[in-house]
């Protein structure tokens, strides 16, 4: 693991413990979080030690219609131990989300997906090429694990990051919402603008940070992408 967030407000309904996983096979040029792409970047643990540590939470995370959330990295290079981590916080009664790329979604069987309410979804793009450019893997993946979800019938909450320069697209942005509008288990849309506070991390890491020179989308421009995907019908936070 990398790290625990224990009253995280923004990966999920409620207040969430949200466990962070290290590993991660995207190199997204905007990453805040460069520090969790190796394995070795993390601690090793047991789900036992999870669970005993989350069942402590419980009664309060269920008070405020909270629950788990495991993010990353990716977590789904570490299926198993996610699969665990999933099936434990069920048995104490909690809601469970997998925030995630969608890229590994094959990774992913259907008894893991079994214990998983919620998928925060983050699509990167909607074309391979911009897809590739931002992150060095292919778009494919993500949109296959997408329709899987929407054919299991499995919530799923979209986030889309806003970069200006790479993702703000309104060609893009208008078939992404009609791809995420005929899922039909898209329940919220997040339209999150670029913003560069990992960028000390990058330097810390002595990795070249290629959005140095990228300012933040303004205000209106973030509003008019929102728009785009109300227009589809899909509910935008």
Not at 39 to 56: F, K, N, Q, V, Y
Not at 86 to 114: N, V
Request: some cysteine.
């Amino acid at each position: 693991m990398h790290s625990v967030e224990t009253a995280g407000t923004a990966d999920g309904p409620g207040i969430r413990y949200v466990l962070f996983l290290a590993g991660c096979p995207l190199r997204c040029a905007y990453c805040h979080n460069p520090d969790t792409r190796h394995m070795h970047d993390g601690t090793r643990t047991s789900s036992a030690e999870i669970l005993g540590e989350l069942e402590g939470y419980a009664d309060l995370l269920t008070r405020v219609r909270g629950g788990l959330t495991i993010s990353g990295g990716e977590p789904l290079v570490q299926p198993e131990f996610c699969a665990a981590i999933f099936c434990g916080a069920k048995a104490l009664g909690l809601h469970t989300a997998l925030d995630t790329s969608g890229f590994l979604g094959a990774h992913a069987d259907d008894h893991l997906l079994a214990d998983i309410d919620l998928v925060l979804l983050d699509i990167k793009a909607f074309k391979e090429s911009t897809n590739c450019a931002l992150t060095g893997v292919p778009l494919r993946p993500t949109l296959e694990f997408a329709e899987r979800l929407s054919l299991m019938g499995k919530p799923v909450w979209l986030r889309y990051v806003l970069v200006p320069g790479l993702t703000a697209d309104f060609a893009e942005i208008d078939a992404l919402a009609e791809f995420a509008a005929g899922l039909s288990v898209v329940e919220r849309v997040d339209v999150l603008p670029f913003h560069k506070l990992g960028e000390f991390k990058w330097r810390e890491l002595g990795l070249p940070y290629r959005l140095a020179e990228t300012e933040p989308p303004p205000a209106e421009l973030t509003r008019r992408v929102r728009d785009r995907f109300r227009a589809q019908g899909l509910w935008v936070a």
